[in-house]
């Protein structure tokens, strides 16, 4: 990506290929920099996210919440999560990439903290709105970072090892946040996870940078980036293309899988298949590994191919197959080689992530990419709300895990047949849709 689009006052920059090689030696280790805060952010984003996940049983038991409570609960995130997308998509044209960095995990940890003393079901929801609010900042400071200091070329292995990092955090969560549950109760797993967040904050303070003119590096342009010129392009031209809503659906599709598997998906196996904690928290852990590893296949591969909608919908076919999966599982049973099998196959449901924001990047570039970004996953993460809060009323009206997974096929499926009625894209077609000379800015 090009941090040198520049209006007519100013140099014209130089191309990636011509830095020296200090210049070039400094630029990686930068990168290496910027991709490590980045993935240090989205730990720490998924962590708070999905640490009620996975100890949402403890919770449960101790305040006496229903399963559609827990989901709701799990869900609520997404309300603030969404409308923090909206409100730091915006004012992010006037912040700085740290700025927004560390306010969102600031606020995140804070939030965290308050959330260890929650009594009842509400005061939950309530903190759980107060941290999806700040973490929405927390997931566009980090995509900045990989659109300022990544080539096009690169960002959808980049972009993906941020949600790989994010996959990483879930299986984490269920790792250590069970036993840590039993050990020191729910509320000493949330004391941790908040503290962990404000130390990641502290780091960025020293380690982000908006700029790589900030690391002394001179302004230039990515070698495989078309350069646009003029002024600021409105906000309003990232709803003019349709690549905001194709990116928006597939990213409601990735979600709505991981929501509803990291949320019920144990809960179902310990009652459907009686298996005990100390399994539960291997499969949970089994699903973020392989949520991790298919994510950095799929960025590669989308990098190799660079057809990224072809990607979004073998991304769509693959989560149809997990959830069917999960739905014979629940309604037939497997012995236990069978459970951690399709606990492994699950990642396939993120295989495509890594493209979506690679496309939104490649057709947005720097100016509008973070905003673009933000507001694609505004409309798409609302699916997280949607995901726990559906397949927990499912629960609660049937009793029945198989009914609710069969609600998981369905959506699945209406999202793989929306996508397959997109048009596909060759390779070396990414270009912007627009300049900023015809956006009427």
Request: aromatic share 10%; with cysteine.
């Amino acid at each position: 990506m090009t941090s040198a689009i520049f209006d007519s006052r100013e140099p014209a920059s130089l191309k990636c290929s011509s830095l020296s090689a200090a210049d070039s030696a400094r630029l990686g280790r930068w990168k290496t920099i910027s991709l490590a805060m980045g993935i240090a952010a989205q730990l720490f984003l998924a962590g708070d996210w999905y640490g009620f996940a996975a100890v949402s049983q403890f919770v449960a038991a101790d305040l006496a919440l229903s399963p559609f409570q827990v989901g709701m609960v799990q869900g609520s995130f997404s309300i603030t999560y969404a409308l923090g997308m909206i409100f730091w998509g915006a004012l992010g044209q006037r912040l700085s990439t740290r700025v927004l960095y560390c306010a969102g995990l600031v606020g995140v940890g804070l939030s965290m903290l308050v959330q260890t003393q929650a009594q009842s079901y509400e005061a939950l929801v309530a903190t759980r709105l107060a941290v999806g609010f700040f973490d929405a900042a927390v997931w566009i400071g980090a995509a900045r970072l990989i659109i300022v200091w990544f080539p096009p070329a690169q960002r959808g292995r980049a972009l993906s090892a941020l949600l790989a990092a994010f996959s990483l955090a879930i299986t984490l969560d269920f790792a250590l946040g069970i036993p840590l549950a039993e050990a020191i109760g729910w509320r000493g797993f949330f004391m941790v996870l908040a503290i962990s967040t404000l130390v990641v904050a502290l780091l960025g303070l020293l380690l982000v940078k908006n700029e790589r003119t900030a690391v002394g590096l001179p302004r230039f342009s990515w070698d495989d980036e078309v350069l646009g010129g003029g002024a600021m392009p409105s906000l309003w031209t990232i709803f003019q293309s349709r690549w905001f809503y194709i990116a928006a659906l597939a990213i409601f599709g990735d979600m709505f899988a991981v929501s509803a598997t990291a949320t019920w998906v144990v809960p179902a196996l310990i009652q459907t298949q009686g298996i005990e904690a100390h399994t539960a928290a291997t499969v949970g852990t089994l699903m973020g590994l392989s949520q991790v590893v298919l994510l950095l296949i799929g960025g590669h591969i989308s990098d190799l191919l660079r057809r990224r909608v072809l990607m979004l919908k073998i991304g769509a076919a693959l989560s149809l197959l997990s959830g069917l999966s999960l739905l014979l599982t629940v309604k037939y049973g497997l012995p236990h080689g069978g459970l951690l099998l399709v606990a492994a196959f699950s990642g396939v449901v993120v295989f495509s992530g890594g493209a979506i924001f690679a496309l939104i990047s490649e057709k947005y570039g720097e100016r509008l990419g973070g905003s673009a970004i933000g507001y694609a996953e505004m409309v798409g993460i609302s699916s997280t709300f949607v995901a726990p809060a559906l397949l927990g009323a499912v629960i609660q009206s049937t009793g029945s895990f198989v009914a609710a997974f069969g609600t998981f096929v369905a959506v699945q499926l209406v999202i793989l047949l929306a996508l397959l009625l997109c048009s596909d894209e060759r390779a070396g077609s990414l270009q912007p849709r627009f300049t900023p000379e015809r956006s009427g800015a």
